[in-house]
DNA sequence: TTAGGCTTTG
């Protein structure tokens, strides 16, 4: 069959009938690299999913291996052609039929719509294009894969990880097992192996190895991973699928020391067991290249080679000061949503357009503001004003401007009032309402009280004793909110309302509220008109790796972030010590920003701005302190 | 024909 006018059509995964011979599209979610089936041909089993969130588990051969598809990644697209259905095991199972033919596509947004295909020629078109695209853009939000691509500081002991690397060394160690000697740019976090092999019998670049030797590690890779093991060029980008970090020896915490861990590849194919080398051309192996031309060795060097030379020395250093190094390779961050996101490095982001996710690994160089009270910002996300928190000395002066006599006071059926005179000469009064609730008084701390006249060290000391306050000024025989100041109280939390935003009704609507439960601060805004201004932190992070540096703002997503609440900083001192202690560990300014902590982050890029004055900016999302990880640190 | 993911471990 030739000729332009072939049309495909394509079934979606959730409409697939035995007995049919299907064309489909699909995001990769499990594959094997090719292997040697027990028969003539090369085999290769994939899993796939598309828009229908059903899955598909196909299993293709081929007489050459360059007749399955080339996929290197989890996430990859692909387009297969004439691919026959069947049910097994009482699922369906996609099988290469004759004239099979496959197409691969990165899966990462904005990659190159470059196929792979062994296909001389082949029909791609713009409807193709946007298929791709579609399935690119949603892949996150499909069910049932995560790729458990790490980079080496991010793997923990007794983990399964595939990895993408550079080969540096390999050697023959006997008929079934092969070492590799490989490293990704970044440290692994505990003690790795050294596999001891005779001088000669290690094929290496020596420079690179005597350079990189803190960074490298050694891979033991067994059976039939063996015989491609050996066909790799050294200085190759290699993707080892399925590595075990195997811990060798006790965790037991006394004895740090006397544990390592182990990297083998085991023999099989199961878990997608392989070796691949990708195109020079693919995505990830480029931003490898970029990253590891960037590292600084030196700066990165965790001990001094002149010191430490061997294995030897290294399983005889001091605990402590093991413990220490380890530590800094550990992040105090964690992202609890996006764990399986790459690291994407600094100096990469800002050439991106936005808007775009990332993950980054980076230490915090500087913050702005220096200091807590400028951070702590009041937000309207109806109009989205930004505003400063009133500090302590602005609160005085507000209810300072709304001192009273007490005169004018009026009187109300669901209220009862008290009128306390402070004893100052200022003849000052302060005025309490108690609001019932189904015409009962409640004991203070089920309280909501009206006040007015109040200072800020009187409601204070208030919003000790009672539930609710709402300060209010008496204005023509009614009580009135006021937004020049807090419009509620409720223990360290000082409420704020938009004056733009909020369409002020009388306190009289308090009692419409409803009675069941208790007083909730959103409820009382509702029925009060007011548009609730939420508290935030809102700093400006500089980042720095290997790469560059990068600004991003934290404000958000600050609360998650530090799980402090903005919204009672002001008023607490403990947590203003805690925010001021995770500070000095984040960006203790009396070290090397070497000796910072790294952070890993998720980074969003947005447009900012109109016109010619548009920017990129960057938000921390996502992210939150490790208590216990910070705590190695302070 | 072959393999049919998968609860792995030198």
Redesign the pocket.
Same mark, same amino acid.
């Given at each position: 069959m030739s000729g332009p006018a072939q049309r495909y059509v394509y079934t979606a995964l959730d409409q697939l009938k035995a007995g049919t011979v299907a064309n489909v599209f699909g995001v990769v @979610? #499990?594959f094997?690299l090719p292997y040697r @089936?027990? %028969? $003539?041909?090369f085999?290769s089993?994939i $899993?796939i999913v598309d828009q229908s969130n059903v899955?598909l588990?196909c299993?293709f051969?081929s007489g050459n291996q360059d007749g399955l598809p080339s996929i290197y990644k989890i996430g990859d697209i692909v387009r297969f052609h004439r691919i026959k259905i069947?049910k097994? &095991?009482n699922?369906f199972?996609g099988?290469s039929s004759s004239g099979f033919s496959a197409l691969v596509f990165e899966g990462t947004v904005g990659a190159p719509l470059i196929p792979r295909t062994s296909s001389k020629s082949y029909s791609f078109t713009a409807e193709d294009q946007k298929t791709v695209e579609t399935l690119r853009n949603c892949q996150l939000g499909l069910q049932g894969f995560s790729s458990s691509r790490r980079n080496l500081s991010d793997v923990q002991p007794g983990q399964?990880f595939d990895l993408l690397c550079q080969l540096i060394g390999k050697a023959e160690i006997d008929k @079934? @097992?092969y070492l590799l000697k490989v490293w990704d740019g970044t440290k692994f976090g505990s003690l790795p192996w050294k596999v001891y092999v005779e001088d000669e019998a290690l094929e290496v670049d020596r420079d690179s190895i005597s350079r990189l030797q803190n960074f490298t590690i050694d891979v033991l890779v067994?059976?039939n991973h063996v015989e491609l093991a050996k066909s790799i060029k050294i200085g190759s980008y290699i993707v080892i699928q &399925?590595i =075990?970090a195997?811990l060798h020896g006790t965790a037991n915490e006394n004895q740090e020391h006397d544990t390592y861990v182990e990297f =083998?590849l =085991? %023999?099989? $194919? %199961? #878990? %997608?067991?392989g070796i691949s080398v990708p195109p020079e051309d693919d995505s990830d192996v480029k931003e490898l290249q970029k990253i590891l031309d960037a590292v600084d060795i030196k700066q990165n060097q965790p001990l001094d080679p002149d010191v430490i030379t061997s294995d030897i020395q290294l399983s005889q250093m001091s605990p402590p000061f093991d413990a220490l190094e380890r530590c800094q390779q550990l992040s105090v961050t964690v992202l609890p949503a996006h764990q399986q996101w790459q690291v994407t490095p600094l100096a990469c982001i800002t050439k991106n357009k936005a808007p775009q996710k990332f993950r980054v690994r980076a230490r915090l160089k500087h913050v702005q503001p220096h200091h807590l009270y400028q951070s702590v910002k009041l937000h309207c996300s109806k109009c989205n004003s930004l505003l400063d928190a009133p500090d302590e000395e602005s609160l005085n002066k507000m209810f300072e401007d709304r001192f009273t006599d007490g005169s004018n006071t009026p009187n109300a059926f669901w209220y009862q009032s008290a009128v306390w005179n402070t004893g100052n000469l200022d003849n000052r009064t302060v005025v309490i309402h108690f609001v019932k609730k189904y015409d009962i008084l409640q004991s203070p701390e089920d309280s909501l009280i009206m006040v007015e006249g109040g200072s800020f060290k009187e409601l204070s000391k208030l919003s000790i004793h009672f539930n609710t306050i709402i300060p209010v000024k008496s204005k023509e025989q009614r009580l009135e909110i006021d937004l020049s100041a807090p419009f509620l109280i409720q223990g360290n939390k000082w409420l704020y309302g938009c004056i733009k935003c909020s369409n002020i009704k009388s306190s009289e609507e308090l009692q419409s509220l409803s009675l069941e439960v208790g007083w909730d601060a959103v409820e009382i805004a509702k029925v009060l008109g007011v548009e609730l201004l939420t508290h935030l932190f809102v700093m400006n992070f500089t980042l720095e790796d290997e790469t560059g540096s990068l600004n991003a703002y934290l404000w958000r997503h600050s609360e998650q972030f530090f799980q402090i609440p903005p919204s009672e900083i002001l008023m607490n001192s403990d947590l203003q010590e805690r925010l001021h202690m995770i500070m000095s560990a984040l960006c203790p300014s009396t070290k090397q920003i070497s000796e910072y902590p790294w952070m890993d982050c998720c980074i969003r890029s947005y447009n900012s701005g109109h016109g010619s004055k548009e920017q990129i900016c960057y938000e921390i999302f996502d992210t939150l302190l490790s208590e216990r990880d910070l705590n190695r640190f302070s």
């Open positions: @979610s #499990f094997k @089936s027990k %028969g $003539t041909d085999c089993v $899993t899955k588990k299993t051969f069947q097994f &095991n699922e199972q099988i399964y @079934s @097992s067994y059976d &399925n =075990h195997k =083998h =085991h %023999g099989g $194919t %199961g #878990f %997608g067991r």
